[in-house]
């Protein structure tokens, strides 16, 4: 299985981007999908989540209120609708999937990963 993330860019402070990861297959039906982010330096940090069959949503602390999850089973897609952006966003996002009962927050609960999308804020 191969997730494809893409949307990211060069955005001002307050603008938007909408993140896609696509997957190869639609065999998630016991699974979730998370959105992650990495800054240079740091820690690869968990952003948002969606499972595959309920719609349930779970986010960082963060991005409450900013940021959207929503998925598209038909299409195999899953998106991040980002909004209010701000300089600390900046970060390279990743899509992954694992097992919607496992831990959200955890990458290692994640067993499949998508390549990054770059998002850069600039003040």
């Known amino acids: 299985v191969q997730l494809q993330a893409s949307g990211g860019g060069l955005v001002q402070a307050g603008g938007s981007l909408r993140l896609s990861c696509a997957a190869s297959k639609r065999t998630f039906n016991n699974y979730a999908m998370g959105w992650f982010r990495q800054a240079p330096g740091k820690e690869r940090e968990f952003v948002a989540r969606i499972r595959w069959r309920t719609g349930w949503t779970y986010y960082a602390d963060s991005v409450k209120g900013r940021f959207a999850i929503s998925s598209d089973y038909a299409k195999a897609t899953v998106y991040l609708q980002m909004n209010s952006l701000k300089p600390e966003d900046t970060a390279v996002y990743y899509c992954?999937?694992?097992?919607?009962?496992?831990?959200?927050?955890?990458?290692?609960?994640?067993?499949?990963w998508g390549q990054g999308t770059q998002v850069t804020v600039s003040s």
């Open positions: 992954a999937a694992g097992l919607e009962y496992k831990l959200p927050e955890t990458p290692p609960n994640y067993d499949y």
